[in-house]
């Protein structure tokens, strides 16, 4: 009776300890399709307590008459401990990051994982080491700054903890400063977009024509923001970086930014030339992808684009015709960045002949005006005389210095040549063409005949003559051995004479006495009065 109770309670044991084992192996089973949080919920409940595994084993090698009044003795179990968790790290762009974990307990796997900065769900690592106590992620980029890393460890009963999680601060440039084109009075902005804990930044400065960083002025040179509020000619070339430290002290270097300052180093000059010569405009500029586009403006007129030789470059050559003096030209100029500046205005000058004096034809004692036109900066004149068969001589006439050169008609410059020398403020010469100068003198064109008359009638004496202001005087000689005198007939100061024949006529000789304005004196012949008595 006692073997039939013991053998009831060892089966009651045995079918409590079957239901046992059931319900261990229904919990990873509900688990299986649970989420990470459920998962990690139903691990828990495993921690402290044997798999089910080793209850099986228990169970399966317990002698069911040793179970009657004894206890079992069962192997030591190794309780899964972890003695140090992953520490974040600090490391630099493009370096390799170490996670370490220490754990004890029986047969141990690990499995790591990663999250990243700004998500909540967790990824297995594929990094060398994901499966063992050391991870090591090579090759870091700073955009993995702030990544998550942890460990996932089971034991052989099947427990399975995790340990703390581990940062990864990766300290980098994430965004270089661009070059910044300005001109001069704008402002400049270099701003570094950089990864990793607790930055330090601390702007730097290097000249063109020095090695040398040296740290700036103003406020802000402690931040990611380098703020110059007015930029000046003289930063043109100038380069800016960065540097940044984190909290374990690592030191990365932006690359550097240059800033480009445009503007006009050397404006271009007036240009004085000769007429037919080429005149060179040029301009100097500073900055950094430099075009340029000259412009050309008309004596009251707009300013347009000039289409002459070298317009789009640094110089610009214009043909030196009078037609373009007083034209004035400028170079707008333009970098990389969009923007323009203007030169000052250039003027061009071109000394040329743009009206030659012209022959002239007076009469004797009237005066003869020579006129020149010239175009250029600064112009002096001399007028200049040549007498046929002479050389050229400085002229003393009336505005012998200035356009217009006035000269008296007198029969001895009769075939004179005039021109003018024009001299420019820059000593440029040039020459008018010759002009001639042709006086009419005093001439006799037609002489007094002799008149045969009946005594009543009316005799005349008539000349012609040329020439300016002219005078007349006519005289009579009544005998041939007598003299000349003037006579007071009709007319006698006049081209023509006339008076009544007389027997006491009749022989005498008449002429007429000719002055132009100038005072020359010319005679005619002797002209005969002969008087019959009917």
Not at 205 to 228: H, S
Not at 256 to 267: E, F, M, R, W
């Amino acid at each position: 009776m006692g073997k039939k109770i013991g053998k009831l309670l060892t089966a009651m044991m045995l079918c409590a300890v079957f239901l046992l084992v059931c319900t261990a192996f229904e919990k990873p089973v509900a688990a299986a399709g649970s989420s990470l949080e459920d998962e990690l919920a139903a691990e828990d409940t495993f921690e402290g307590t044997d798999s089910e595994e080793e209850l099986v084993s228990t169970v399966m090698e317990a002698d069911p008459e040793d179970l009657v009044g004894t206890e079992q003795e069962a192997e030591p179990r190794q309780e899964l401990v972890i003695k140090a968790h992953p520490e974040n790290r600090f490391i630099k762009d493009g370096q390799t990051a170490v996670f370490k974990v220490s754990a004890t307990g029986r047969d141990l796997s690990y499995r790591w994982e990663y999250r990243r900065a700004n998500e909540e769900e967790w990824h297995k690592s594929t990094a060398q080491g994901h499966d063992t106590a050391t991870l090591k992620v090579a090759d870091v980029p700073a955009r993995h700054n702030g990544y998550r890393y942890r460990c996932r460890i089971k034991d052989a009963y099947g427990k399975r903890v995790y340990t703390k999680t581990a940062v990864m601060y990766v300290l980098g440039i994430r965004l270089d400063p661009p070059d910044q084109y300005k001109r001069v009075g704008a402002s400049a902005t270099f701003h570094v977009t950089a990864s990793g804990r607790g930055l330090e930044y601390s702007w730097q400065m290097q000249r063109p024509d020095q090695d040398a960083w040296v740290t700036p002025t103003g406020e802000d040179r402690y931040t990611d923001t380098l703020y110059i509020p007015e930029v000046k000619a003289g930063h043109n070339g100038y380069a800016f970086r960065c540097r940044v430290e984190d909290e374990a002290g690592h030191v990365v270097y932006c690359s550097s930014a240059k800033l480009y300052v445009l503007s006009i180093s050397k404006n271009p000059s007036t240009v004085d030339i000769v007429s037919g010569g080429t005149a060179s405009f040029s301009v100097s500029a500073r900055g950094a992808g430099l075009h340029y586009q000259w412009e050309v403006k008309e004596p009251g007129g707009s300013w347009r684009n000039s289409t002459s030789y070298g317009c789009y470059s640094s110089t610009l050559r214009v043909s030196g015709w009078t037609d373009y003096h007083g034209y004035h030209f400028r170079c707008k100029v333009m970098d990389g960045g969009g923007n323009s500046v203007y030169s000052n205005a250039a003027s061009l000058h071109v000394l040329g002949i743009t009206r030659n004096p012209s022959n002239k034809t007076v009469r004797a004692g009237q005066s003869a005006s020579f006129t020149v036109g010239a175009t250029g900066s600064g112009l002096k004149y001399q007028w200049q005389v040549k007498p046929p068969g002479r050389s050229w001589r400085n002229s003393t006439s009336s505005g012998s210095h200035g356009r217009t050169l006035r000269v008296s008609g007198k029969a001895a410059y009769n075939g004179y040549h005039f021109r003018c020398k024009i001299r420019d403020r820059k000593g440029h010469t040039v020459y008018s063409r010759a002009a001639s100068l042709h006086v009419k003198s005093l001439q006799i064109k037609s002489q007094p005949s002799d008149q045969v008359k009946v005594v009543g009638q009316t005799a005349s004496f008539h000349v012609s003559a040329s020439g300016s202001g002219l005078r007349y005087q006519w005289q009579v000689k009544e005998y041939s051995e007598g003299g000349w005198r003037n006579s007071t007939s009709s007319g006698n100061r006049t081209s023509t004479l006339k008076l009544k024949a007389r027997e006491n006529n009749d022989g005498f000789q008449f002429r007429c006495r000719i002055q132009d304005s100038s005072g020359k004196v010319v005679y005619t012949r002797a002209a005969y009065l002969w008087v019959n008595p009917w």
